[in-house]
């Protein structure tokens, strides 16, 4: 049991000094603040000094040094004032600069992280994250920071001032250094704990608040609301104790360590009243003694607060660190892939999900020439998203290989292999933006306006964006929203027709437009095929007949492939859909 809390202690002094490296490139301001609280610390022993200069002149009758006297006051508050703004302004850049770094750092690696990695973890939690814990992280970097410079320097300083005053009284403070040290020892591991609690019910909350939001349509028609109010209750309510046992921690630890200081500065000014002490003192330098100790205990008691701010910062440190250290896509490949032919070929390729029960493909194989469309069909969950999903390379296959152009996807730069493809999902995403804008997305940002008008148009997208009135210009919302599932689909495939790619894959791509909007556009897509690779999903039969060949997946297995009228003739699992779709005996 000692030695798993030696480990987390160990492993927290990791975290926290691998989180203070990204003050690193930040020195200068760091230096400027550095300063600015020396002069803090200086100001505050200064104080203790002038009150023994000014105590002693009085008692001497040596009146004339009070002009002196009063102006060291106004040089003293000047100096401290300076020394405020200085070291606040810098821990707050760094700080700042510090949360920049650390969001940008997250989304970059988000932006690299394999799609089983998403799988894992939902999109509330990655937002608290990005969020919450990047505050935790920052108070523990710079706030907790501040506080140790500011506070310790202060400390050092009216303890040095003590020690030149009388240091066998000062030893006494040096005394209740242990005891300390024990009770923010005791503390830091159940702080930690907790703050691990309140990141993930931070977590929860988001991801309960985003679903019913996103849901608010089922919610009310199915009557969720109760069911979606008593969850977000549930959540809401755990983060409220988990960060009550923390108010009750911090609350215990601070009078605890309080007491300590105040029993000794009670002990010192015991010991200081005896006859032979205070022999030995002026009455200046008695009362500035137990000033200097007095001031002692506020940054003492605010020492031992950070530990509160370091151990969330820790906490939520673990949480951004675990994430960064997740392994990037596997970009190996050498090979710079600037124009495809489009031949495609699957050979032996068997593949399956982390944590899945079983294979999702199993020993499938084809090929695709260039210019071919070939389509896949199947019922629900028998593997066709899956083997359309890694000719991107979104998994990579254990078994089996895939190769394009007789070259194995593994030998091509990941940027270069996507950059040949143009995709349509069945769930259709949108950035918030104009509608110009999603059909000209990322690397097709450059696009002229004829090239997206023309794309639009082969689309069917200005057949509804003719009635907006700002056309293509339109804002159409968060993912879309302000757009029927129609409309947003066809946007997707202007956006696949700009991209021009030699290999286009089609995954349900018409499944939500009305059957007047597919027959227009199945007659643009025939155009567009004509001179690329196509893999294309659907469950409408009648959007395949023209496909050159037609695979037939059952349990992630190849059961039959022909055209439209050879599967027909067959009378197998092909002639067997095609008559439940059109009621044909």
């Not at 069909?377 to 990579?396: I, M, N, Q």
Request: hydrophobic letters at 45%; proline letters at 2%; one cysteine or more.
């Amino acid at each position: 049991m000692r030695k798993s809390a030696e480990n987390e202690v160990v492993s927290g002094w990791d975290v926290y000094w691998r989180l203070l490296s990204y003050v690193r490139g930040h020195w200068p301001m760091f230096i400027l603040a550095f300063i600015g609280f020396a002069l803090y610390a200086a100001s505050q022993t200064a104080a203790a000094k002038w009150l023994e200069g000014f105590i002693d002149a009085v008692e001497s009758g040596n009146l004339d040094q009070r002009v002196w006297l009063a102006l060291a006051i106004i040089l003293i508050f000047l100096v401290r004032g300076l020394g405020t703004l200085l070291g606040n302004y810098g821990f707050s850049y760094v700080a700042r600069a510090v949360v920049s770094r650390l969001r940008c750092q997250m989304f970059d690696h988000l932006l690299v992280l394999p799609c089983a990695f998403y799988q894992r973890h939902t999109s509330a939690e990655l937002l608290s994250r990005l969020t919450y814990n990047v505050e935790q992280v920052t108070g523990a970097a710079t706030d907790a920071l501040k506080t140790a410079v500011r506070e310790g320097l202060t400390v050092i300083g009216l303890f040095g001032y003590m020690l030149y005053l009388n240091w066998k009284l000062t030893l006494l403070f040096v005394a209740i250094a242990p005891l300390v040290g024990a009770v923010v020892a005791l503390a830091s591991k159940r702080l930690r704990r907790l703050s691990h609690g309140i990141q993930d019910s931070v977590g929860d909350i988001s991801s309960a608040a985003s679903e019913a939001i996103k849901g608010y349509q089922v919610v009310r028609v199915f009557g969720g609301a109760e069911a979606e109010r008593a969850r977000f209750n549930r959540v809401s309510e755990r983060n409220r104790r988990q960060f009550m046992k923390m108010v009750v921690t911090q609350s215990i630890t601070t009078p605890v360590i309080q007491m300590l200081v105040a029993a000794v500065v009670a002990l010192l000014t015991y010991i200081a009243m005896s006859p032979a002490l205070l022999a030995s003192m002026t009455t200046g330098q008695f009362i500035a003694f137990i000033s200097a100790a007095s001031l002692m205990a506020k940054p003492i008691r605010q020492l031992t607060e950070i530990n509160s701010t370091v151990q969330k910062g820790v906490a939520a440190a673990e949480s951004f660190f675990k994430l960064f250290d997740e392994q990037p896509e596997r970009n190996t490949g050498a090979v710079t892939l600037t124009s495809a032919q489009g031949r495609v070929e699957f050979r032996e390729v068997s593949f399956s999900y982390p944590d899945s029960e079983g294979p999702a493909l199993k020993q499938v194989s084809f090929r695709i020439e260039p210019g071919e469309t070939v389509a896949l069909v199947g019922r629900s969950g028998s593997g066709k998203s899956t083997l359309a999903g890694l000719l991107p390379r979104f998994y990579d296959v254990k078994e089996g290989e895939i190769l394009l152009d007789d070259r194995p996807l593994s030998e091509y730069t990941l940027e270069s292999l996507r950059s040949q493809i143009a995709l349509v999902n069945q769930h259709v995403v949108l950035f918030e933006g104009t509608i110009a804008e999603n059909i000209a997305y990322g690397a097709l940002a450059g696009a002229s306006d004829a090239a997206i008008r023309a794309a639009a148009d082969a689309a069917m997208v200005t057949e509804f964006t003719e009635r907006l009135p700002q056309g293509l210009n339109t804002l159409i919302g968060e993912n879309g929203l302000l757009l029927s599932g129609g409309q947003r689909q066809r946007i997707a495939i202007a956006r696949a027709l700009l991209k021009d790619a030699p290999l286009l894959i089609l995954d349900e791509a018409t499944s939500a437009l009305d059957t007047e909007s597919e027959r227009f556009i199945q007659t643009a897509l025939e155009h567009v095929i004509q001179d690329r690779s196509t893999l294309v999903i659907a469950h409408r039969l009648s959007t395949i007949e023209r496909a050159d060949r037609i695979l037939v997946m059952e349990q992630g297995v190849v059961i039959e492939q022909g055209s439209h009228e050879e599967l027909l003739a067959q009378g197998g699992s092909y002639a067997r859909l095609y008559k439940m779709q059109f009621n044909q005996d």
